[in-house]
């Protein structure tokens, strides 16, 4: 079965940093180029970042070019998204995907003064 679950999210001052997770199992986590997505409240899917799947290049939505890193461990299955420099802007549920029907359920992520 294949499972993606995510990590890492909570309340956050602006100006803050999380580093969210995605622990990965049930299928060839090292085959896979990943993504995160997320959703805001009222708003739809917006893509956040991507990474191939050897690791080595990576993109990312202007919205948080600079301040957001996506990076992975194939070893352990893993898949991150540091967040730096938090904005009001940045609330929303984080999932974790690979670029076709793999997705996990979501970690929340809340800026708030």
């Known amino acids: 079965e294949v499972q993606l679950v995510e990590s890492g999210g909570g309340l956050v001052q602006p100006g803050g940093s999380l580093r969210l997770s995605c622990a990965a199992s049930?299928?060839?986590?090292?085959?896979?180029?990943m993504r995160w997505v997320r959703q805001a409240p009222g708003k739809g899917l917006e893509w956040v970042s991507g990474?191939?799947?050897?690791?080595?290049?990576?993109y990312y939505a202007d919205s948080v070019k600079g301040r957001f890193t996506i990076s992975r461990d194939n070893a352990k299955n893993t898949l991150y998204l540091q967040l730096n420099s938090i904005k009001t802007e940045d609330t929303a549920m984080y999932h974790c995907?690979?670029?076709?029907?793999?997705w996990g359920q979501g970690t929340q992520v809340t800026i708030s003064s």
């Open positions: 990474i191939n799947s050897a690791g080595d290049t990576t």
């Open positions: 049930g299928f060839t986590f090292s085959s896979h180029s």
């Open positions: 995907a690979n670029y076709g029907s793999y």
